[in-house]
């Protein structure tokens, strides 16, 4: 199975920082990637699907860039409603695997 | 609108076979590009894609649980259906189905979620 990879595991940043977010697979996976956002004791909601596309809804603020194996999610200037945990999910062949996650706190 | 509710035991004793069923409405798994996927997640800890299912019939599983896992519909119902036999105590999570679908700039997205339904395995 594909493995996927985050990094950090966790920041500190404060609202209006940009922060970044980086994914990398063990092999190439093309831009079959999502990010996905959860606060904690809900359900996981998806803010990109290929690697570069914003769900709908999803502020413009968040951004997602890469392919083949080095993925970034970028949060151009944090706001409060987005301290939460990211991870990312590869969907290009099956098993699909999720990154271990990114918790992104208050500094 | 889409939603869907998972729904199935809240504990199970170790070496049982856990059934749980995801509910759905707002849309068909017969659809073209339509899934529905079972993620799950343990306490404290990430989350796991554990298998899918999708408007083929065809059956997906995450490698480490491909024997104890099986996923299956109730089209009539609206109904996906996982079990997961042998249960363990580190089995114990929140179980999650999601409408899965092709996305139009291609890919897929688990778009849709479920509340998730907390299972705990012990004796």
């Known amino acids: 199975a594909i493995q996927m990879t985050q990094s950090p595991s966790s920041l500190s940043a404060a609202v209006g920082d940009r922060v970044t977010i980086t994914c990398r697979a063990s092999?190439?996976?093309?831009?079959?990637l999502g990010w996905y956002q959860q606060k904690p004791g809900k359900a996981p909601k998806l803010l990109i699907y290929?690697?570069?596309n914003l769900e709908r809804g999803v502020p413009s603020r968040f951004s997602g860039s890469g392919s083949g194996t080095d993925f970034t999610l970028t949060i151009s200037s944090l706001q409060p409603e987005d301290f939460a945990t990211y991870y990312c999910?590869?969907?290009?062949?099956?098993?699909?695997?999720f990154g271990q996650g990114t918790k992104v706190e208050i500094k | 609108q889409v939603t869907l509710r998972e729904s199935g035991p809240a504990l199970v004793k170790p070496t049982q076979t856990l059934t749980l069923t995801c509910s759905f409405s707002?849309?068909?798994?017969?659809?073209?590009?339509?899934?529905v996927s079972w993620v799950r997640q343990p306490p404290g800890k990430a989350l796991e894609w554990l298998a899918l299912?999708?408007?083929?019939?065809?059956?997906y599983y995450t490698t480490s649980l491909k024997t104890r896992l099986t996923i299956s519909q109730v089209a009539s119902k609206s109904q996906v259906v996982l079990t997961l036999t042998n249960m363990d105590p580190v089995d114990t999570a929140t179980y999650y189905c999601?409408?899965?679908?092709?996305?139009?700039?291609?890919?897929?997205?688990?778009?849709?979620w479920g509340q998730g339904t907390t299972v705990t395995v012990s004796s």
């Open positions: 999601t409408r899965t679908r092709e996305m139009s700039h291609g890919g897929y997205g688990m778009d849709v």
């Open positions: 707002g849309f068909s798994l017969s659809t073209s590009g339509m899934c």
């Open positions: 299912i999708n408007w083929h019939d065809d059956k």
């Open positions: 092999q190439g996976i093309r831009s079959d």
């Open positions: 290929a690697a570069s």
């Open positions: 999910l590869q969907d290009y062949n099956y098993p699909w695997t």
